[in-house]
């Protein structure tokens, strides 16, 4: 039988802390951390952030617990409050996602399916010594990796900011395992360093090039492994080899093309539809193309992949990436543009505009074109909000 793992006040504070750093701009963070945490003793104040209530909030919702008992709170104090009430295993923990409308979207999950999900990961861990991340511990995949594995490993756990140097790689030491995101991981094979003996990476979040892996192999990282999932589904598989077929977790099985079962730890059974189109063999997987998602746009349903698909195949167009507005931006489509040559945006946007006029509908044109040199990132390298 596998042991109960239970939150701690500091593991609870680490995940405050992570969610506030998220909040704050680079100075902000230069200002009030020179790591990866922020002190204890720290006040989520208005003087800090524009809207400290909204953040309570999150971190309330969390944890499952009112935000009016955090206000006033500093980050100790808001730990030591929800291990009281959760005794360390809150019955539920909420993540957020951010989807098409780049709105945080609340995905809420079972302690004990988190403690179950990862169980079953340590068993393909079973040799580390110790777990160094770089990944923030808010969401679902630090929060499993960062908070939870190490406690079922019964391995010390390192916090890193995710400040790629070769100093970075110079502290990693024989039997790490090393938590990161694939932007991070591309930044490191870059540096060109040549990693200590037996040491294994994992990297989520997104897909990681192949290429990005075998040159980390090439530089002495020992392994990596990719683990599939979502915020909402947790990890549903893993794989060792950039080539192969992921496999799928004990606790999943497959019920269509893109759907499957999960075995919940007390048995219960739920249904998932998984966000790509999936080529299977028996319980092994591999993601072919994402499920285009439906957007409104006036009511009418529009799919944002279809007008990216559009806009990426134009020769003025390097890259691009396209959301539904805010409501505080209005009601339709708006786009980021990565130019493929220097021109001026205004003139760049004349030109899309008019050759968007013939091939997209009324309610696939964006309204609000933005521009800059490389496509909007969240501070684990998805694609975020602009």
Known sequence: MTAKLSLTAQDIAEMISSTLLAEMDYSRKLEF????SLAGDFIPLNTIFQDPERILERIGMQFGIESSQLAGKD???????I???????????????????GTPVPAASNFTDLEQEIHSLASIFPDRRRVVSFVPRHHIYGFLFSILLPKALEVPKEYSPPLPGMEQIKKMRNGDLIIAFPLLW????NLDGVFPENVFGV???GPCPAETITGLQAQGLARMTEVYGSSETGGVGFRHDPSGMYTLLSHWKKTGDSTIERTSATGDKQQHVLQDH?????????????ADKAVQVGGINVYPARVENFFRELPQVRDCCVRLMRADEGERLKIFIVPASEKENAALEKELRNLAIDKLSHHEKPGKYDFGPSLPVSNIGKLSDW
């Open 203 to 205: 990297t989520s979040t």
């Open 83 to 101: 291990l009281n009430q959760t005794g360390g295993r809150p019955c539920r923990v909420t993540f957020f996602t951010s989807g098409s409308t």
């Open 33 to 36: 951390c020179t790591g990866q």
């Open 278 to 290: 999936l080529e299977w063999q028996g319980a092994r997987f591999r993601p072919l193309k994402r």
């Open 75 to 81: 980050i100790n104090l808001m730990a030591e409050l």
């Open 186 to 189: 591309k930044k490191l094979e």
